[in-house]
């Protein structure tokens, strides 16, 4: 029975990691490992080492049921680009295998299913898990060994359309990792294994959109206060690091507009503008609002 469980495990465990663009790459254990040592330094967590058992079919016992050699599956986030006219029901439809799912991707991302994502913004698509149920297992229980919270079982139930209740035995239940995330050493085990192309960086853009909209108010208070050159610094240092989302560049690029006209600088001001309105889904140029410089800069009279 175990056998059969564990073969249709692993086979939807395979299905899911298709659609939801989130991978487990291999790690081949070495001399004095456990599982626990792999988690911490792949996760920054020892105890989701309840994490690697499950993916891998292993009961936890300190780590000791791995050997010198043994293949693991190391489950990792996927990262997806959001697209022009994209919602979280469509990319749950796309990634998760339903569009009811919206509200778990949305979550994970830090925001709500009827908002949708910023175009160009890295959305974080949490690896799902398989669980085959034994016998008395509850939510509950398989939220508190994947989770480390029992109180998290509805979070199973909602993601399996299920009322709650009892599992029966053999019962598939597709655990969603949301807040899972690895270490700088994780991802670069995972950038090796998986190649930059599948694994976007295993969240290096996520993360730096985040630290750009964490700056994003500075530069605003800049701008605000007149400090023209620390913008320009500030914006110019911002857009390189990496790819923000297109409402970061806008306002970025907005910034910039306004320092550079302040600071008479014509040529990079028309530079900035035109930037500014391939991003911005609607500049706001109505003279009612906008200096007469600043339009002009846009070839706007």
């Avoid at 059969?4 to 395979?14: D, E, M, V």
């Amino acid at each position: 029975m175990r056998s059969r469980g564990l073969a249709l495990g692993l086979a939807l465990a395979a299905a899911v990691g298709a659609t939801s663009r989130a991978h487990a790459y291999v790690h081949l254990v070495r001399q004095g490992e456990s599982l626990a040592q792999i988690a911490e330094r792949v996760y920054g967590d020892p105890k989701l080492e309840t994490v690697l058992a499950g993916a891998n079919a292993l009961d936890v016992q300190g780590g000791s049921a791995i050997v010198v050699g043994m293949r693991l599956e190391i489950p990792a986030p996927g990262h997806r680009r959001a697209e022009a006219g994209e919602t979280w029901a469509s990319l749950a439809l796309e990634l998760l295998g339903d569009a009811r799912r919206a509200e778990v991707l949305a979550r994970e991302n830090g925001g709500v299913s009827w908002v949708p994502p910023a175009q160009g913004q890295e959305v974080r698509v949490p690896f799902v898990l398989t669980h085959i149920a034994a016998a008395g297992d509850t939510s509950a229980q398989i939220a508190r060994r994947y989770y480390g919270d029992a109180n998290r079982g509805w979070l199973l139930d909602e993601y399996n359309f299920r009322k709650p209740g009892p599992l029966l035995r053999g019962e598939v239940v597709l655990v969603p990792l949301v807040g899972l995330t690895l270490t700088p050493e994780g991802k670069r085990e995972a950038e090796q294994a998986l190649g930059r192309a599948r694994s976007e960086a295993q969240g290096q853009t996520l993360d730096l959109q985040r630290r750009v909209e964490g700056e994003l108010p500075g530069l605003l208070a800049d701008l605000r206060q007149g400090r023209w050159v620390e913008v320009v610094a500030k914006g110019n240092r911002l857009l390189g690091t990496g790819e923000p989302t297109k409402a970061q560049l806008a306002t970025i690029h907005r910034a910039l507009l306004e320092a550079y006209v302040a600071l008479d600088a014509q040529q990079a001001a028309t530079a900035a503008c035109q930037a500014w309105r391939a991003t911005d889904d609607k500049p706001l140029l109505d003279p009612t609002y906008v200096s007469p410089k600043i339009r002009a800069a846009c070839g706007v009279r």
